[in-house]
Protein backbone atom coordinates (compact mmCIF):
# COMPACT_ATOMS: atom_id res chain seq x y z
CA UNK A 1 0.00 0.00 0.00
CA UNK A 2 2.68 2.16 0.14
CA UNK A 3 2.84 2.91 -4.07
CA UNK A 4 -0.37 4.78 -3.83
CA UNK A 5 -0.57 8.67 -5.31
CA UNK A 6 -3.02 11.12 -4.79
CA UNK A 7 -5.02 10.57 -7.87
CA UNK A 8 -6.06 7.48 -6.03
CA UNK A 9 -7.72 9.62 -3.76
CA UNK A 10 -10.92 11.02 -5.12
CA UNK A 11 -13.84 13.47 -4.09
CA UNK A 12 -17.59 11.05 -3.69
CA UNK A 13 -20.78 12.47 -4.25
CA UNK A 14 -23.13 11.03 -2.29
CA UNK A 15 -26.68 10.89 -2.55
CA UNK A 16 -29.32 13.10 -1.02
CA UNK A 17 -32.68 12.85 -0.47
CA UNK A 18 -34.39 15.58 -0.36
CA UNK A 19 -37.88 17.05 1.19
CA UNK A 20 -39.40 20.12 2.10
CA UNK A 21 -38.80 18.65 5.73
CA UNK A 22 -34.77 18.33 4.96
CA UNK A 23 -32.64 15.95 3.32
CA UNK A 24 -31.05 12.61 4.10
CA UNK A 25 -27.58 11.16 2.77
CA UNK A 26 -27.48 7.32 3.23
CA UNK A 27 -23.81 6.22 3.19
CA UNK A 28 -23.59 1.68 2.82
CA UNK A 29 -21.26 -0.24 2.73
CA UNK A 30 -19.77 -1.25 -0.98
CA UNK A 31 -22.09 0.91 -2.58
CA UNK A 32 -21.37 4.74 -1.76
CA UNK A 33 -18.63 3.71 0.21
CA UNK A 34 -15.85 1.01 -1.68
CA UNK A 35 -15.27 -0.69 1.44
CA UNK A 36 -16.74 -1.71 5.05
CA UNK A 37 -17.04 0.67 7.14
CA UNK A 38 -15.51 -0.50 10.70
CA UNK A 39 -15.32 2.58 12.58
CA UNK A 40 -17.14 6.30 12.55
CA UNK A 41 -15.71 8.94 14.28
CA UNK A 42 -16.27 12.91 14.29
CA UNK A 43 -14.39 15.61 15.09
CA UNK A 44 -15.72 19.37 16.52
CA UNK A 45 -15.23 22.31 18.90
CA UNK A 46 -11.80 22.79 16.61
CA UNK A 47 -10.62 25.94 17.65
CA UNK A 48 -10.21 28.43 14.87
CA UNK A 49 -6.61 28.36 13.36
CA UNK A 50 -6.60 24.36 14.15
CA UNK A 51 -4.80 21.81 12.10
CA UNK A 52 -5.62 18.42 12.28
CA UNK A 53 -3.94 14.98 10.88
CA UNK A 54 -0.77 15.54 9.92
CA UNK A 55 0.17 12.26 9.04
CA UNK A 56 -0.51 9.08 6.99
CA UNK A 57 -1.92 5.21 7.33
CA UNK A 58 -0.46 2.08 6.36
CA UNK A 59 -3.75 0.03 5.50
CA UNK A 60 -6.50 2.44 6.71
CA UNK A 61 -8.79 4.03 4.00
CA UNK A 62 -11.40 6.83 5.04
CA UNK A 63 -14.31 8.90 3.74
CA UNK A 64 -14.17 12.27 4.96
CA UNK A 65 -17.18 14.45 5.23
CA UNK A 66 -17.66 18.33 6.30
CA UNK A 67 -21.37 16.91 7.83
CA UNK A 68 -21.61 20.61 8.75
CA UNK A 69 -19.39 23.41 8.19
CA UNK A 70 -16.25 23.45 5.98
CA UNK A 71 -12.48 22.65 5.97
CA UNK A 72 -9.61 21.96 3.94
CA UNK A 73 -7.91 18.53 3.17
CA UNK A 74 -4.07 18.52 1.39
CA UNK A 75 -3.41 15.20 0.53
CA UNK A 76 0.18 14.06 0.08
CA UNK A 77 1.68 11.01 -1.93
CA UNK A 78 5.07 12.19 -0.94
CA UNK A 79 5.50 13.95 -4.68
CA UNK A 80 2.52 15.66 -5.23
CA UNK A 81 -0.11 17.39 -3.35
CA UNK A 82 -3.85 18.03 -4.03
CA UNK A 83 -5.92 20.20 -1.94
CA UNK A 84 -9.97 20.09 -1.29
CA UNK A 85 -12.08 21.71 0.24
CA UNK A 86 -14.90 19.79 2.36
CA UNK A 87 -18.13 21.96 2.79
CA UNK A 88 -20.99 19.54 1.31
CA UNK A 89 -22.55 16.80 3.76
CA UNK A 90 -23.25 14.80 0.92
CA UNK A 91 -19.84 14.96 -0.39
CA UNK A 92 -16.60 12.92 0.26
CA UNK A 93 -12.90 12.78 0.11
CA UNK A 94 -11.83 9.17 -0.62
CA UNK A 95 -8.34 8.92 1.08
CA UNK A 96 -6.80 5.68 0.33
CA UNK A 97 -3.65 4.04 2.31
CA UNK A 98 -0.17 5.98 2.41
CA UNK A 99 -1.53 8.88 1.82
CA UNK A 100 -0.30 12.18 4.08
CA UNK A 101 -3.18 14.43 4.96
CA UNK A 102 -3.65 17.79 7.07
CA UNK A 103 -7.04 19.42 7.58
CA UNK A 104 -7.01 23.11 8.24
CA UNK A 105 -9.39 26.13 7.98
CA UNK A 106 -12.15 24.66 9.78
CA UNK A 107 -14.46 27.12 10.18
CA UNK A 108 -16.30 27.67 13.53
CA UNK A 109 -19.50 24.86 14.27
CA UNK A 110 -17.93 22.10 11.64
CA UNK A 111 -18.44 18.48 12.09
CA UNK A 112 -15.66 16.37 10.28
CA UNK A 113 -17.57 12.73 10.21
CA UNK A 114 -14.47 10.38 9.20
CA UNK A 115 -15.65 6.56 7.90
CA UNK A 116 -12.93 4.55 8.33
CA UNK A 117 -12.28 0.51 6.95
CA UNK A 118 -10.43 -0.60 10.54
CA UNK A 119 -10.67 -0.59 13.77
CA UNK A 120 -8.29 2.03 15.66
CA UNK A 121 -4.94 0.67 15.56
CA UNK A 122 -1.71 3.37 16.81
CA UNK A 123 0.24 0.66 14.45
CA UNK A 124 -1.30 1.85 11.38
CA UNK A 125 0.20 5.25 11.68
CA UNK A 126 2.85 6.76 10.24
CA UNK A 127 3.12 10.10 12.59
CA UNK A 128 6.42 11.98 11.21
CA UNK A 129 6.87 12.50 7.51
CA UNK A 130 9.87 11.07 8.00
CA UNK A 131 8.50 7.74 8.28
CA UNK A 132 6.34 8.55 5.53
CA UNK A 133 8.53 9.34 3.54
CA UNK A 134 10.68 6.25 4.01
CA UNK A 135 7.29 4.02 3.86
CA UNK A 136 6.72 5.19 0.07
CA UNK A 137 10.29 4.15 -0.89
P1 LIG B 1 -5.73 11.37 15.51
O1 LIG B 1 -6.18 10.36 14.51
O2 LIG B 1 -4.26 11.57 15.69
O3 LIG B 1 -6.42 12.78 15.25
P2 LIG B 1 -6.38 13.79 14.03
O4 LIG B 1 -5.97 13.06 12.80
O5 LIG B 1 -7.76 14.30 13.94
O6 LIG B 1 -5.47 14.93 14.35
O7 LIG B 1 -6.39 11.00 16.91
C1 LIG B 1 -6.20 11.79 18.06
C2 LIG B 1 -6.23 10.88 19.29
O8 LIG B 1 -7.55 10.34 19.45
C3 LIG B 1 -5.30 9.67 19.16
O9 LIG B 1 -4.04 9.93 19.70
C4 LIG B 1 -6.05 8.59 19.91
C5 LIG B 1 -7.50 8.98 19.85
N1 LIG B 1 -8.29 8.15 18.89
C6 LIG B 1 -8.82 6.96 19.33
O10 LIG B 1 -8.62 6.55 20.50
N2 LIG B 1 -9.56 6.21 18.47
C7 LIG B 1 -9.81 6.60 17.19
O11 LIG B 1 -10.52 5.89 16.43
C8 LIG B 1 -9.23 7.84 16.74
C9 LIG B 1 -9.47 8.34 15.33
C10 LIG B 1 -8.50 8.59 17.62
Known amino acids: MNK ?22 VVENGITVPFDVQRVYYLYDVPG ?11 LRQLIVAASGSFDVTIDDGTLKRTFTLNRPYVG ?17 TVCLVLASLPYDENDYLRSYEDFVEFKR
Open 93 to 109: LLIVPGIWRELSNFSSG
Open 4 to 25: TSVYDCSVIEMNKHHSDRGNIT
Open 49 to 59: GEERGGHAHRE
